[in-house]
T-cell receptor
Framework: NAGVTQTPKFRILKIGQSMTLQCAQD?????MYWYRQDPGMGLKLIYY???????DKGEVPNGYNVSRSTTEDFPLRLELAAPSQTSVYFC???????????FGPGTRLTVL | DAKTTQPNSMESNEEEPVHLPCNHS???????IHWYRQLPSQGPEYVIH???SNVNNRMASLAIAEDRKSSTLILHRATLRDAAVYYC????????????FGQGTRLTINP
């Protein structure tokens, strides 16, 4: 199993550009999550999904959108990138509602 | 959400035990205590979790106080690879697993 994979590993965006961060898992997990981690800080939850077709906001959803059309994929969309979105983004998944979360390697995004 | 308090940093020597404390005085009766760690330039990884009883696994042990207001993660024999930021997180038994990460404890292991 590859576990949780994320692409790209690094990206530089200009202010106002948009992009999609990809996340996929091959563990047939129902739950998937997107977090961001600013330098020296802990992770903050952006959005999560409890199954295909169902998503909900986390602590810091503004400026982001998500969709979950399949069990495996949970892309995160940034519209109109801003410098405040410079961060490392982690995707995670879990089997059920209280289970251990498995994290991907992260995407380092810089907005200039 | 109930909060946790951890020391910002700790230091230990290789092959010695490490005890990482966590205070969670406002824990509710249904909150699980989770520990994750984050190695440099990687995503967090699960270490251990428990509810009321002490727990052991191949990575570590979790000692939970009788009143559940504090817990201690024990690494029995630290290696250089254990150098990481360790997060103590409370999560409700019911509802989506929304992990709230604080700043954690940065553990340094000296050779």
């Amino acid at each position: 199993n590859a576990g949780v994979t994320q692409t790209p590993k690094f990206r530089i965006l200009k202010i106002g550009q948009s992009m999609t961060l990809q996340c996929a898992q091959d563990m047939n997990h129902n739950y998937m999550y997107w977090y961001r981690q600013d330098p020296g800080m802990g992770l903050k939850l952006i959005y999560y999904s409890v199954g295909a077709g169902i998503t909900d906001k986390g602590e810091v959803p503004n400026g982001y959108n998500v969709s979950r059309s399949t069990t495996e994929d949970f892309p995160l969309r940034l519209e109109l990138a801003a410098p405040s979105q410079t961060s490392v983004y982690f995707c995670a998944s879990s089997w059920d509602i209280t289970d251990t979360q498995y994290f991907g390697p992260g995407t380092r995004l810089t907005v200039l | 959400d109930a909060k946790t308090t951890q020391p910002n940093s700790m230091e230990s020597n290789e092959e010695e035990p490490v005890h990482l404390p966590c205070n969670h005085s406002t824990i509710s009766g249904t909150d699980y205590i989770h520990w994750y760690r984050q190695l440099p330039s990687q995503g967090p990884e699960y270490v251990i979790h428990g509810l009321t009883s002490n727990v052991n696994n191949r990575m570590a042990s979790l000692a939970i106080a009788e009143d559940r207001k504090s817990s201690t993660l024990i690494l029995h024999r630290a290696t250089l690879r254990d150098a990481a930021v360790y997060y103590c997180i409370l999560s409700p038994r019911q509802g989506a697993q929304k992990l709230v990460f604080g700043q954690g404890t940065r553990l340094t292991i000296n050779p």
